[in-house]
């Protein structure tokens, strides 16, 4: 995101949850999903598992629905994991996914020994109606910096996501400046995880989350309307039973880049 108040746009913009069940996706195979998987690595071994892990996404993952992108968790409990992230893909492409040429054999031998824990294996939908991703084209070194928000969904209020978050939208596509944000939907049952959704905003650095140049609520009650705004608040707290930050930090060298 370009410009963005951390105390008036992110912590509303970055509200998120949806249940999977909910999702008003296309059914069609041109949808953007991405597999990730979140792991604590040996912190002992770190300059290794960085080497063997690069040589192993240059050599497997380097581009396509396979290509492979590495950061680290910098803020939260996970702090310290990473993410070894995959696509965008879908499910057709990962019946011919990687696992032959000594790919198997190599994330075997070569990264697994410097991994102390695989902590879940998710896949993610974005909601390619309501994200605002148009500007972002592949390159993760552009947007190094990841806000991510994950949400859990009340079971009985599901009823309003589709309206809340096209207010978001919306207000998002109205900003002035780029202003990339994608909403993605868990496509699997998380039990008491409750990662039902993650809204991310990608930003440029560290220093966007100072800049107080662009208010969401100010976009939002002049493309919503002032009305709305408390109504939008309400139901931000009605529809969420948790929500929790993440920030990430892409790591260009471990992604083979």
């Not at 290509?67 to 680290?72: C, E, F, G, I, N």
């Not at 031998?109 to 974005?126: A, G």
């Not at 084209?137 to 949400?151: L, T």
Request: hydrophobic share 35%.
């Amino acid at each position: 995101m370009i410009k963005k108040s951390i105390s008036q746009f992110l912590v509303f913009l970055l509200i998120l949850g949806a249940n999977f069940t909910l999702n008003a996706q296309d059914d069609s195979k041109s949808y953007v999903m991405l597999e990730s998987m979140m792991l604590t690595p040996d912190y002992t071994k770190l300059k290794t598992l960085g080497d063997h892990m690069r040589s192993h996404n240059e050599t497997y993952h380097k581009d396509g629905p396979f290509k492979a992108a590495v950061y680290t968790i910098s803020t939260g409990p996970n702090s310290g994991s990473m993410v070894w992230m995959m696509g965008p893909t879908t499910y057709t492409h990962l019946d011919s996914r990687p696992s032959n040429n000594g790919h198997d054999e190599d994330w075997r031998d070569n990264v697994m020994p410097y991994i102390k824990k695989i902590h879940t294996t998710e896949y993610w939908k974005m909601d390619g109606k309501l994200s605002n991703t148009a500007m972002l084209d592949g390159d993760n070194s552009k947007y190094p910096i990841v806000f991510v928000r994950y949400g859990e969904v009340e079971d009985d209020h599901g009823y309003s996501m589709n309206t809340f978050f096209e207010m978001i939208s919306e207000t998002v596509k109205a900003m002035e400046g780029e202003n990339p944000w994608g909403l993605y939907y868990n496509e699997f049952r998380q039990g008491n995880l409750g990662r039902h959704v993650a809204s991310v905003s990608f930003l440029k650095n560290w220093a966007e989350l100072d800049d107080d140049s662009v208010s969401f609520k100010e976009t939002f009650n002049s493309t919503i309307g002032e009305d709305k705004w408390q109504n939008f608040i309400d139901m931000s707290n009605s529809i969420f039973s948790n929500t929790w930050d993440e920030i990430w930090s892409y790591n260009a060298y471990m992604s083979g880049n």
